[in-house]
C-alpha cells in the first residue's frame, strides 16, 4: 500500500486529535505546531491529488464506455433474458431503437431458420454459468438476416447465483457468406459435392461413435441428356433447379440435399434405416413423377438407396452400394426406387 493511502486513513483520528490540540494549541511547543501544520496540508494535497487521479480515471473509464457504446455490438438481460440496456452499435446494426429493445427478450432477434438445438445448447450452458460461444442466425428489424459469433457471459452475484447476461457479438455475414459460397452449387443453390462429403465425415464419425445410422438417396433424372438437346442448356439448368425444389419440399430439415454431379443428387438422410430411407425416396419418386415442369411438362426420376453399416470401412462404401442400386433402377426400365444392403 502506498504511503498516502496510510496518511489518508489517519485522517479520522487527526480529526478527532486536532479539536483537543487546539483547546492546549497555546501551551504547545512551536515545533509541534509547524509539524501538525504541515501533516494537515500533506494531508490535504494527498486528498486532493487523489481526487485529481480518480476524477482522471473517471474521466477515462467514461471514454471508454462511449467507445463501447458506440462500437461494440453488446446488450445486458436479466436471468430470464429479458433485455436490460443495449449499445448504440447494436442499435444501428439491427435497426431498432433502444426504447423498442429494452425489456423485450432476445427472441426478438431470432432466425426462424436457427435450429432450437442451438438455443438449447445455449441456455443450458449460461444457466450453469459457463460462458457460451457460438455463431448465430439472427434477423433485423427489417427482416435482413444476419450472422454473428456470440460470446455470452453470465454475471453471477457475491453468493452465486446468476443474476443476469452480458453477450458480446461480432458480425461474421460476409464470412458466412464466403463460406456459402464454397459450399453452395452455383445453379442450384444447394450443397455441392466438396460439402456432401464433409457431411459424410461427420456422420460416419458419429455413427461409429454413438451407434447412430444414416442412409443415402441417390437420384438421377431419366433422359435428361436429350432435354438439353432438344430444348437447350437453358430449359435444362431451369429443370434441375425446379427438381431440387421439389426434393426440398419433400424432406426433412436435418436430412441434408446436394448436386452429387451432373444431373444426380444426393440425400443423406441423417438418424435414418435403409427403410425409412426406401419410403422416403418412393415419396420423392411420386412428386417429381407427378410434377409439370415448364416448356417439357413431365420427366422421371430412378433412385437407389443404401444405409452406412458399421462394418463399413467408410463412406465410400455405403455411397457406392447406394449408386449400385440407382444403376439397377435404370436398368430395369428406370422411374425406380431400388435398395441394397
Not at 86 to 109: M, Q, W
Not at 120 to 143: A, H, Q
Request: charged content about 30%; hydrophobic content about 35%; some cysteine.
Amino acid at each position: 500500500m502506498r504511503i498516502y493511502d496510510y496518511m489518508l486513513k489517519s485522517i479520522p483520528l487527526l480529526l478527532i486529535l486536532t479539536p483537543l490540540y487546539a483547546y492546549n494549541f497555546q501551551e504547545a511547543p512551536v515545533e509541534l505546531h509547524w509539524f501538525t501544520l504541515t501533516a494537515l496540508s500533506f494531508i490535504l494535497f494527498l486528498v486532493l491529488y487523489r481526487y485529481k487521479i480518480i476524477d482522471k480515471y473517471s474521466q477515462n473509464l467514461q471514454k471508454n464506455i462511449n467507445i463501447i457504446d458506440e462500437h461494440v455490438l453488446i446488450s445486458h438481460s436479466d436471468k430470464h433474458g429479458k433485455i436490460t440496456d443495449v449499445s448504440e452499435a447494436l442499435c444501428r446494426f439491427t435497426g431498432y431503437k433502444k426504447e423498442e429493445l429494452i425489456g423485450k427478450n432476445h427472441k426478438v432477434f431470432k432466425h426462424p431458420d436457427t435450429p432450437k438445438e442451438v438455443f438449447t445448447e445455449l441456455w443450458d450452458t449460461i444457466t450453469r454459468g459457463e460462458t457460451f460461444k457460438g455463431e448465430i442466425k439472427n434477423r433485423s428489424k427489417d427482416g435482413s438476416e444476419y450472422w454473428i459469433e456470440a460470446t455470452i457471459t453470465p454475471l453471477i452475484n457475491k453468493k452465486g447465483d446468476v443474476e443476469g447476461y452480458t453477450a458480446i457479438r461480432q458480425d461474421i455475414t460476409d464470412k458466412k457468406c464466403a463460406q456459402k459460397l464454397s459450399i453452395t452449387d452455383k445453379l442450384t443453390q444447394t450443397y455441392n459435392r466438396l460439402h456432401l462429403e464433409n457431411i459424410f465425415a461427420q456422420e460416419t464419425h458419429k455413427a461409429k461413435r454413438y451407434g447412430d445410422t444414416y442412409s443415402i438417396i441417390i437420384m438421377d433424372i431419366d433422359f435428361f441428356k436429350p432435354i438439353n438437346d432438344n430444348y437447350g442448356h437453358d430449359v435444362g439448368d431451369q429443370v434441375l433447379i425446379d427438381i431440387v425444389q421439389v426434393l426440398k419440399s419433400h424432406i426433412r430439415d436435418i436430412d441434408v440435399l446436394g448436386r452429387w454431379g451432373g444431373e444426380e443428387f444426393l440425400i443423406i438422410c441423417t438418424k435414418t434405416n435403409i427403410d425409412q430411407a426406401y419410403t422416403v425416396a418412393e415419396k420423392l419418386r411420386v412428386a417429381i413423377e407427378r410434377y409439370e415442369f415448364d416448356v417439357i411438362g413431365k420427366i422421371t426420376g430412378s433412385f437407389g438407396v443404401s444405409e452406412y453399416k458399421q462394418s463399413d470401412s467408410n463412406s465410400d462404401v455405403a455411397v457406392k452400394r447406394a449408386d449400385d442400386a440407382l444403376y439397377t433402377s435404370k436398368d430395369a426400365g428406370r422411374n425406380l426406387v431400388t435398395s441394397k444392403i
